[in-house]
T-cell receptor, first 112, second 114 residues
Framework: QKEVEQDPGPLSVPEGAIVSLNCTYSNSAFQYFMWYRQYSRKGPELLMYTYSSGNKEDGRFTAQVDKSSKYISLFIRDSQPSDSATYLCATDSGGGADGLTFGKGTHLIIQP | KAGVTQTPRYLIKTRGQQVTLSCSPISGHRSVSWYQQTPGQGLQFLFEYFSETQRNKGNFPGRFSGRQFSNSRSEMNVSTLELGDSALYLC?????????????FGPGTRLTVL
């Protein structure tokens, strides 16, 4: 079982909808949680970074971490066609020894 | 500020050959990490270099190796290529390589092994 599980999608929603992207993880040592966005033929870019449990908001994006259930979420409000990309969750224990542990990514399509 | 650059962008090799990929980090960044991305396994950590020293290593065979130069540029080498090595190889740079330092990814090198 991979340490971080993520539904690959594709997830297709109409423009303006609220999008919910989710990951689960198994290693309780993970303390740092990130969301990356990857456009086709590009490298991933960091969207959100959260330490431990709680919520973090940045514009239309909200990241949520529930360590008790080992569940990570990213919400996108007022979704735009330009949000169409693959979204990857990533975790780290903070020790640095294993680098970031990524989910496989969810392919999101926002229909105009 | 220029981003992370990787060369070449695309590469085709045959089984048994070896390949060297190059990564130039953002100016001032001293940490370079390498990742392999495949549809089946997703992004997997290969290794991280900081100030010319390999600091961390993922679970990959010894055919995968790397190095970092004094100007922080990094290369990774794969010897005796196998079909399963076909992947997008990404490098990421950060200032200090700690988990709180943002990693900036390059566009990747797409390696195809025939």
């Amino acid at each position: 079982q991979k340490e971080v599980e993520q539904d690959p999608g594709p997830l297709s929603v109409p423009e303006g909808a609220i999008v919910s992207l989710n990951c689960t993880y198994s290693n309780s040592a993970f303390q740092y949680f990130m969301w990356y966005r990857q456009y086709s033929r590009k490298g991933p870019e960091l969207l959100m970074y959260t330490y431990s449990s709680g919520n973090k908001e940045d514009g239309r994006f909200t990241a949520q971490v529930d360590k008790s259930s080992k569940y990570i979420s990213l919400f996108i409000r007022d979704s735009q066609p330009s949000d169409s990309a693959t979204y990857l969750c990533a975790t780290d224990s903070g020790g640095g020894a294993d680098g970031l542990t990524f989910g496989k990514g969810t392919h999101l399509i926002i229909q105009p | 500020k220029a981003g992370v650059t990787q060369t070449p962008r695309y590469l085709i090799k045959t089984r048994g050959q070896q390949v060297t990929l190059s990564c130039s980090p953002i100016s001032g960044h001293r940490s370079v990490s390498w990742y392999q991305q495949t549809p089946g396994q997703g992004l997997q950590f290969l290794f991280e270099y900081f100030s010319e020293t390999q600091r961390n290593k993922g679970n990959f065979p010894g055919r995968f190796s790397g190095r970092q130069f004094s100007n922080s540029r990094s290369e990774m080498n794969v010897s005796t290529l196998e079909l399963g090595d076909s992947a997008l190889y990404l490098c990421a740079s950060s200032f200090g390589g700690t988990v709180t330092d943002t990693q900036y990814f390059g566009p990747g090198t797409r390696l195809t092994v025939l």
